[in-house]
């Protein structure tokens, strides 16, 4: 399994990135993927996640109504576009993915995705907002 994360960068308070992240090695329709971000000297944390048998993502709260988590299964990708960027963005961000994920994207109705429930990760791509 190998997951390639692209598209983080610098923007000023109010913009907008949309990171890429490409996955191989796993059957791309009926697994778990899931962006987090890590600011410095602070836990990773997640920020969306999906099923992607389904259409339905789990987005946390500090960002809804300002990212969207959207799947390309031709391309076997997953996208994170990210409006209205603040600096408390500012993190790296990094996609995860877990093979045959039914029974865990069961479990997000009643707790929100944890690291834990990925075994694969990218190494990450810096987002930095500032002014």
């Known amino acids: 399994v190998q997951l390639v994360e692209s598209g983080g960068g610098t923007v000023q308070p109010g913009g907008s990135l949309r990171p890429s992240c490409v996955a191989s090695?796993?059957?791309?329709?009926?697994?778990?993927m899931a962006w987090f971000r890590q600011a410095s000297e602070k836990q990773r944390e997640v920020v969306a996640s999906?099923?992607?048998?389904?259409?339905?993502?789990f987005y946390a709260y500090f960002v809804k109504g300002r990212f969207t988590l959207s799947q390309d299964h031709a391309k076997e990708t997953v996208y994170l576009q990210m409006n209205n960027l603040k600096p408390s963005d500012t993190a790296k961000y990094y996609c995860?993915?877990?093979?045959?994920?039914?029974?865990?994207?069961?479990?997000?109705?009643?707790?929100?995705?944890?690291?834990?429930?990925?075994?694969?990760w990218g190494q990450g791509t810096q987002v930095t907002v500032s002014s």
């Open positions: 995860a993915t877990e093979v045959d994920g039914m029974g865990t994207a069961a479990a997000w109705y009643f707790r929100p995705p944890k690291t834990g429930d990925f075994r694969y």
């Open positions: 999906i099923y992607t048998a389904t259409c339905s993502p």
């Open positions: 090695g796993v059957t791309f329709g009926v697994a778990l």
